[in-house]
């Protein structure tokens, strides 16, 4: 049975244009859409343009079958320029003073904060005051037994050291890749190990646990007293694009249904996997 409190993605909403066209994205829609994928009830949180890009929006959310919470405004929707190197992993130009950088916090997401089961949030849609504050005001209205996810997700320079410490103070759960924790150590004056790096941010932060993904070499999942980590199944890949959404949302979803961390990691790591293989962030759910 569906559990029906909320997994809310805040933050993002967005089209990647990629090489092959124009795909609907960002991570916290990312993350909702796998989330029901995987039989939870994933909600986007997010602002849209009240142009023509917002109504397609609204479209394939409809198509998909996923819950949003959406506000509009007067900024235009918010589009992501993608290019793929020769082994499919994405380059970004992310235009600015969009839609998502200014979601005002309303009485509809405030209600569903109070019944949330968790949230992932992440740093870019922090980049604008406007849309950080919502983000804050919504953990903080959240329910105290409610997990809440810090999926880092660095893009170009929208990150400040305030930004990054604030989410870690309120965060259960730190997802991180092996490019961004080498900058967090550095401006967290951390260890050069990865691992002992993710070891101190347990400690400092009072976090859960670290997810570390490590790309083609597999991922970690750092716990103050375990540690597992899994290696990258082996699949043809299509593109990366949302793949480490996918993974966030599968790993949330065991672990919400009270899944051993081993048990949550290998899911999680099935998932993206199969998302590697299919074009763009949220494709059917055909295998898997």
Not at 210 to 221: F, N, Q, R, Y
Not at 252 to 281: M, P, T
Request: glycine share 8%; with cysteine; net charge negative.
């Amino acid at each position: 049975m569906k559990n029906d409190r909320p997994v809310v993605g805040i933050g993002e909403i967005l089209f990647d244009l990629l090489p092959s066209g124009a795909q609907l994205g960002g991570a916290p829609a990312n993350f909702a859409y796998h989330v029901c994928c995987l039989g939870g009830r994933g909600v986007a949180v997010s602002a849209i343009g009240k142009d023509s890009l917002g109504e397609e929006v609204k479209s394939i959310l409809a198509s998909k079958k996923l819950e949003a919470v959406l506000a509009e405004v007067d900024y235009p929707t918010g589009v992501v320029k993608v290019s793929l190197d020769s082994k499919g992993v994405p380059q970004y130009t992310i235009i600015e003073d969009v839609a998502w950088d200014n979601v005002p916090y309303t009485a509809e997401m405030k209600e569903l904060a109070s019944n949330a089961a968790a949230v992932c949030f992440g740093t870019l849609a922090q980049r604008n005051p406007v849309t950080r504050a919502t983000v804050m005001q919504f953990i903080s209205d959240m329910p105290k037994d409610s997990l809440k996810v810090y999926d880092i997700n660095l893009r170009q320079h929208f990150y400040s050291l305030e930004i990054i410490e604030e989410s870690l103070r309120v965060a259960d759960i730190l997802k991180i890749n092996d490019e961004e924790i080498v900058v967090v150590s550095e401006l967290l004056g951390l260890s050069a190990s990865a691992e002992q790096a993710c070891r101190e941010l347990i400690s400092r932060y009072g976090l859960r646990l670290v997810i570390l993904t490590k790309g083609a070499d597999g991922s970690e999942v750092i716990a103050p007293d375990a540690e597992y980590s899994v290696a990258c199944p082996k699949v043809k890949i299509a593109d990366t694009v949302g793949a480490g959404d996918s993974f966030t949302a599968a790993f949330v979803q065991a672990y919400l249904r009270g899944e051993s961390l081993e048990d949550c990691h290998n899911l999680a790591n099935r998932i993206s996997a199969f998302v590697c293989s299919r074009n763009g962030a949220m494709p059917d759910y055909d295998v898997a």
